[in-house]
């Protein structure tokens, strides 16, 4: 385990409100240390003699030929590594596909990075090698699907009667719109071949496992694995409260138009009526994410509270509610008594209606929140992506307190104006309190923390 998994933590608590920032800091950093995918696999996991255990559920790998391992997401290598160690040699072949920049490196089981939040020609291969593995499966073969956030732009392959090129065309129309995660995934799953649902249908005489760490609101179980509880005709309704279903190339909304008459994703009926083998286990989500901080908050004598686990919203508006909420516990102590520490979890969006700069969900969340904080000595904030990088960018997020806007003026950067840009990689640059993390292990959406001293 390393020393420090956040690469410049010195220098983010050497200014500014110094006890709150390193507070806060070590409590991401703990917490995320502890919920790294490949600790919570070797955790659940054990292997004794030819019986496999996975939570509550146990497997007799006598009973089968081979064992194949496929997964998809940011950090679904963790989980892959995880088994490899566990199955060793019984692994006969595999696939992870993994964002580009990964550091982790299997053995068993092939690693290709492909493009993430828009699919890449990798990404694509990746996706069509996921799909050979599962059609070749057969009665006696187990299969494992490694899903982590990002599965769905990672393994993108597209139906026949739709382009890639028309595919990535949606992906980056979805991605500047202000969509919820939840709402994008309803389109971009009818869209995809390892779609949800689809792999224990492609691979329907094997024993299928699915690995889930769960990133969306409510941390129920989705994924390739899992029926698919929406529809083409809520995919459509989406796309057109974005006014974006005239806009999309017309192969896209045929594709949706048609299946909407006379074809469906996989549903639970469609499993039942083809006895599919299937065991969901969700190794983690992002309630845990939230609990785990809260408990590394108590173990540290702080008073600490769980605000929300379903963040949404744009993000400079969510930063400004927050910031908000800040303002009244550290001017009124209400309606939690400081010192204290309030977390939250979820995922906000980014709506980009011309060009933009560099930026992030997370530094658009703090950037806005350090507006409204300004002159407030006993008050830090802290907005990270829990994979490690904020959208497009390799800086995880960003860390605020009372000091923030004023060290931006001494350089002169219009904060307002680079908000408004979607700018805001470049403030934290330059004002040095931009999050870097080495490789996380994990991807549950995001996170909030705000402490708030005496």
């Not at 996975?54 to 088994?83: P, Q, R």
């Not at 566990?86 to 580009?100: F, M, P």
């Not at 950037?367 to 829990?386: E, V």
Request: proline content about 3%.
């Amino acid at each position: 385990m390393r020393n420090m998994l956040i690469k410049n933590k010195t220098e983010l608590v050497s200014k500014g409100f110094i006890k709150g920032r390193k507070i806060l800091l070590d409590l991401v950093e703990q917490a995320l240390e502890e919920i790294n995918y490949y600790n919570i696999i070797k955790e659940i996991t054990k292997l004794e003699e030819n019986v496999l255990t996975i939570k509550n559920l146990k497997l007799n790998l006598t009973e089968f030929d081979n064992i194949y391992v496929v997964g998809g997401g940011k950090n679904a290598s963790a989980m892959a590594l995880a088994l490899e160690e566990i199955l060793g040699n019984r692994i006969k072949d595999g696939v992870i596909i993994e964002k580009k920049g990964c550091k982790l490196r299997t053995k068993k089981v092939t690693l290709i990075e492909g493009g993430h939040p828009v699919p890449d020609l990798d990404s694509l291969k990746g996706a069509e090698k996921i799909i050979e593995i599962a059609k070749k499966t057969n009665a006696k073969d187990l299969l494992f699907v490694c899903v982590s956030g990002g599965w769905t732009s990672l393994t993108s392959t597209p139906p026949e009667r739709i382009s890639f090129e028309e595919l990535v065309k949606v992906y980056d129309l979805l991605l500047k719109s202000g969509m919820t995660l939840e709402q994008m995934n309803v389109i971009r799953n009818h869209l995809s071949r390892l779609g949800r649902g689809r792999i224990p249908i492609t691979a329907s005489k094997a024993t299928v496992i699915g690995l889930i760490a769960v990133d969306e609101i409510g941390g129920k179980p989705w994924g390739p694995t899992v029926p698919d509880d929406s529809t083409f005709s809520d995919a459509i309704d989406i796309l057109k409260h974005f006014d974006l279903l005239e806009v999309i190339p017309c192969s896209v909304r045929y594709y949706l138009e048609k299946g909407s008459k006379d074809e469906e994703t996989p549903k639970e009926a469609d499993y039942q009526k083809k006895q599919i083998r299937v065991h969901n286990v969700v190794i983690v989500n992002n309630i845990d994410m939230c609990n785990i901080v809260k408990k590394k908050a108590e173990e540290k004598g702080i008073n600490s509270f769980l605000l929300s686990t379903a963040l949404e919203g744009e993000a400079k508006h969510v930063g400004t509610v927050m910031s908000s909420i800040a303002k009244e516990i550290a001017k009124f102590s209400r309606p939690f008594i400081p010192p204290c520490i309030v977390i939250a979890g979820g995922e906000t969006t980014v709506t980009i209606t011309g060009k933009a700069g560099e930026g992030g969900r997370n530094q658009e969340v703090a950037l806005s929140a350090a507006q409204n904080i300004s002159g407030i000595d006993n008050l830090a904030i802290l907005s990270i992506a829990t994979d490690g990088t904020d959208g497009p960018t390799d800086i995880a997020g960003a860390i605020v307190d009372g000091t923030t806007m004023r060290r931006a003026k001494v350089l002169k950067i219009d904060v307002v104006e680079e908000i408004k840009n979607h700018n805001t990689s470049y403030v934290f640059k330059k004002i040095k309190d931009a999050i870097y993390t080495y490789n996380t292990g994990t991807n549950l959406m995001d996170l909030i923390v705000m402490y708030f001293g005496l």
